[in-house]
């Protein structure tokens, strides 16, 4: 598509480094933030409000034990 379908607001949705997979979930309509170090931001990205990436205590950023066996939250 040329242009992104609306997000769903029921989505959390995710932050990312990479570009490729940022895009593909943008125009599937899923909120996404791209993170950037600030070296590499363009000059004529528009910007709106700079923050600090940080990550909140009580956000889960584990893998799960299933039988003895480690592994990652599903990606959804």
Request: positive net charge; glycine residues 6%.
């Amino acid at each position: 598509p040329l242009k992104p379908v609306h997000a769903n607001p029921t989505w959390m949705g995710c932050f990312m480094r990479n570009t490729k997979i940022c895009e593909g979930l943008y125009f599937a309509g899923v909120p996404v933030w791209l993170v950037h170090d600030e070296e590499f931001i363009p000059l004529t990205m528009n910007i709106i409000h700079p923050v600090q990436l940080m990550f909140p205590d009580n956000i889960v950023r584990v893998m799960y034990s299933k039988r003895g066996v480690s592994k990652p939250f599903p990606s959804i």
